[in-house]
């Protein structure tokens, strides 16, 4: 089995990203890792280039500065390393996800085991959503809960945007992967970021997206989509979180939820009176 690890990154630093620990995190399960980085106006480049790993492999790419629909230059990106892979299994990780070390085994043995199955396109994981400090996850549906973050890597596949895959039937249709789950979470970090990170970001990626540059100034959310998170951190990212992480943050009580909050408060009512889960799904799940 040979698997192939790759993501994008562009101004990781700048932006506040912990896109080293994020590859540090996944060399162990790879045979080999793809990183496009773009052009941009920082240390990436440098900082990946000093990785001790000869696994890493480096795309240079340059942005299309007038994609602004709905981040499709994300994808573009994403599909540059994506079609660099050459494994059995294809393992996207973003710039803000990192594995926990105790995992490792787990997600391996759930490749290995999955492998001769043609039937399993993808394999799911579960989510862990920081907000605000890395005592609080995101638990709302809201939040996607589980996301495909490995694809067999003989699909005819493409991605529309940073976040999933589209697997094409005969040339007409797309559709979701079939999937199997990881049996293990990915650690999302994109919401824990400095305040001055979070607004570097909204000046510099907005507009990919079809958007305003807004300034950023604070971590806001219905306390109810909350609740406190008390297991371990990876390790990997534990100089991380004491260095770059945000840390005055706790859900304000006197927040005043959005129609779209009220609209989670009501689904997660649903789902713990029938037993539902009601956050959005790129994946379908046959095993």
Not at 56 to 79: C, H, L, P, S
Not at 110 to 121: A, G, K, Q, V, Y
Not at 262 to 269: E, K
Request: net charge neutral.
């Amino acid at each position: 089995m040979k698997v192939s690890g790759f993501t994008f990154i562009r101004n990781g630093t700048l932006l506040g990203y912990p896109y080293v620990e994020s590859i540090r995190s996944v060399l162990p399960l790879c045979d080999e890792f793809i990183v496009a980085v773009g052009a941009g106006d920082d240390d990436t480049l440098a900082r990946i280039q000093a990785i001790d790993s000869d696994k890493i492999m480096i795309v240079e790419t340059r942005w299309n500065e007038n994609m602004q629909d709905r981040g499709f230059v994300y994808a573009q990106q994403k599909m540059i390393a994506h079609y660099n892979c050459s494994g059995d299994w294809a393992f996207y990780l973003e710039g803000d996800e990192i594995l926990h070390e105790d995992d490792l085994p787990i997600i391996r043995a759930s490749m290995e085991l999955h492998l001769p199955d043609t039937r399993i396109e993808a394999l799911v994981f579960d989510y862990k959503h920081f907000f605000g400090s890395p005592e609080w996850q995101a638990i709302s549906p809201g939040w996607y809960r589980r996301a495909p973050r490995i694809i067999r890597n003989s699909l005819r596949c493409w991605s529309p945007d940073g976040l999933f895959f589209v697997v094409m039937n005969k040339n007409k249709h797309g559709r979701y992967p079939h999937a199997a789950l990881a049996g293990a979470p990915i650690y999302h970090y994109g919401h824990v970021r400095s305040i001055a990170a979070m607004n570097e970001r909204n000046q510099r990626v907005g507009k990919y997206w079809g958007g305003s540059a807004e300034r950023f100034k604070a971590y806001q959310i219905d306390p109810q989509a909350l609740a406190p998170f008390n297991g371990s951190h990876p390790a990997v990212v534990h100089d991380w979180l004491a260095n770059a992480a945000e840390k005055n943050f706790s859900p304000d009580p006197a927040h005043q939820a959005s129609k779209r909050e009220r609209r989670h408060r009501w689904m997660m009512r649903l789902e713990q009176l029938f037993g539902l889960e009601l956050s959005k799904k790129h994946y379908t799940l046959i095993k």
